[in-house]
Structures are given as C-alpha cells and as structure tokens.
C-alpha cells in the first residue's frame, strides 16, 4: 500500500528569455534524431492505464492548479483538446470549469483511453476518445477552442513542433495550457543511479530522461507562435516510504524512462545499489526518502486581433526625461 506525503515548494514565475531551442528540436535538414522511444512510452501508458490509483495526490495537484487558470478568464471554450498525460485526473477535474460542451480526449494508447472512459464522470459533456499522437496531430486546424496537456508533452522528440500543432488546432484566440516536467525532476534518483552505475559497472549511461529547463519554456512558447506567454514554475516533494516504491509510483503515472539509446535493463545489483545509495544520502528522519518533481506551467493564445499587443517602438510621445524633469522639479 502506497503512502505518499505531498509537500509543495513555494511557486515563483519567471521572467521569458530568448535562448537556444536545440536540445528540443531534434530535427534539421541533414538528420532527425529521435530522442524518445514513442512505442516503448505507448506500452508504458498501456500498463500505467491498470496501475494508476484512482486518486494520485501529485497528479491530482497539478492538474488542479493547470485548470485552475481556467478561471481567470472570463471566456468560455465550448470545444477542448486533452492531449495525453494524466488524462483521467483531468476529465475528472474538469467540470464547471470553463462552460466546455465537447471534450475531445486523445492519446496514444488505446488502454489509457479505456481506463478514462471507464472513469469518466462528465455525463453532461459531449466526450470523444481519439488514439492519436501528439507528434502527428490528427485535428482538424482551427477547430477547437482550448488545448490542455497536463504532463504528457514532456515525452514528445520535438516539443516545439507538438506546440505548433496544437496552436494550429486552436481558433483565433483560443488558449494553450500545459505542465511538463522539469529538468530538476527526480534530481535524487539521477544522483544515486549515477553513483550506483559509476561503483558497480565503472562508467554510466541515462536512466532518467532529460527534460526541459525552466529557462527555455517562454522560449518554447514564443517559438510556437502563441501570444501572451505565461510560464510559472511548481516544486513538489513527495515523500515514499523507499526508492522502490518511487519507482512503483513512476510505473503507476507511466513515467519511467523511454529514451531510444537506452541500454539494456538496468543490472539487479546495480538497481540495488542505487536504491541503497538513494536511502542513504536523502533519506529524511522519519525514514521517508523524498523525490522532487518540478512541474512548468506554460499559457499561450493563438493570435486574434482583440488581443493586447505591445506598442510600436517609437510611438511613444512622451519621453522618460521628460517624466523625470516634471516629478524632479516638484520635489
């Protein structure tokens, strides 16, 4: 029986950058690299649909504060997208929030889909399950009005090229919401798993897949081509009783590794060694071992002309000195 304690870290938002896209877009005119394994991830959801726990704090939680956005906004999406991730946790969650007519919900996995159904509550919303994937999108453009992905677009091999289509799916001012999982994510277990393989095999391979930085994700939406950005970041520690039963957990939300240059399974001593070294260093005093998930939350807008948009550079016509000439001179 699992028994996690959730503790959340203070939020903060970040300010947008422009920086490198490359680590996301694994695509150029010479090669394309795939990063993630897409059927490996597909069995993975397939397993994860039966494991998953019908109420998952950490899930539950994100998805929460992802929907929670829903309500400062005072326009209303009849026709929403729900791409992968944690699909149940959101159709359960999505009720009253948003006056949505028709949920299309879609991912890769066929079970998954089945497992939502079969849970689904929202007999008053007009719901529609599509195998599809995110990096081939099969929506038509322009036709729905809002886009949720809660932690599954994290596991695309070009995240840019995914947010693209999804903004293509959108109508003029239509709105982008997404959690994925950032690069601190799991940063114990990356720590013991590296010290394991250096100790037992005398050199190291990944075992937790790289995920995006904090510092690209307004980067990611502008690329994208949404407008008015918004990222805020979330650090969540869960508490397990050991790293076993983290690992459990990962199994149970389909988020264990999926790279493509994944070596064979990880060797029993090994794994052993990693989840003795994981106890060792982070274990807390009540014997609990924490894990951190760091979630982003990003927000955009397909262009539409009531938008806001920044003034033209130069059209001021007032000067800043002349503001401080005018307040100086009264004091």
Avoid at 34 to 52: G, S, T, V, Y
Avoid at 126 to 145: A, Q
């Amino acid at each position: 029986m699992r028994g996690l304690s959730l503790f959340r870290k203070t939020p903060f938002s970040l300010p947008l950058r422009t920086i490198s896209l490359a680590l996301f877009c694994t695509s150029n005119s010479n090669t394309k690299v795939n990063i993630f394994d897409r059927q490996l991830k597909r069995k993975h959801r397939d397993r994860a649909a039966w494991l998953m726990p019908s109420h998952d704090p950490l899930l539950h939680t994100v998805a929460d504060n992802l929907l929670d956005r829903l309500q400062d906004c005072k326009k209303t999406f009849p026709t929403a997208l729900c791409l992968g991730g944690s699909l149940q946790t959101i159709t359960r969650s999505i009720r009253d929030r948003g006056a949505i007519e028709k949920l299309i919900v879609m991912d890769a996995s066929f079970d998954m889909l089945q497992a939502c159904k079969n849970a689904s509550n929202n007999h008053d919303i007009e719901t529609v399950y599509l195998v599809g994937d995110e990096e081939f999108l099969p929506i038509k453009e322009s036709s729905v009005d809002l886009v949720i992905s809660c932690l599954g677009l994290h596991w695309t091999n070009d995240l840019p090229g995914a947010m693209i289509q999804s903004r293509l799916a959108l109508k003029p001012d239509g709105l982008f919401l997404a959690a994925i999982l950032g690069g601190e994510t799991l940063k114990e277990l990356r720590i013991a798993c590296t010290l394991a393989q250096m100790e037992r095999e005398g050199g190291i391979s990944p075992r937790v897949s790289p995920l995006a930085q904090v510092r690209d994700a307004g980067n990611l939406l502008t690329r994208a081509g949404f407008t008015l950005p918004g990222v805020d970041v979330d650090e969540y520690i869960v508490k397990y009783e050991s790293a076993l039963e983290l690992i459990e957990h990962l199994r149970a939300m389909g988020e264990t590794n999926a790279l493509s240059q994944m070596n064979s399974i990880l060797k029993k001593d090994t794994a052993l060694a990693t989840a003795a070294i994981y106890d060792s260093m982070f274990s807390a005093e009540d014997g609990t071992v924490p894990a951190t998930f760091q979630v982003i939350y990003m927000t955009g807008w397909r262009e539409h002309p009531s938008q806001q948009k920044a003034k033209r550079r130069g059209s001021a016509t007032i000067s800043f000195k002349d503001i401080q000439n005018h307040f100086g001179s009264q004091s």
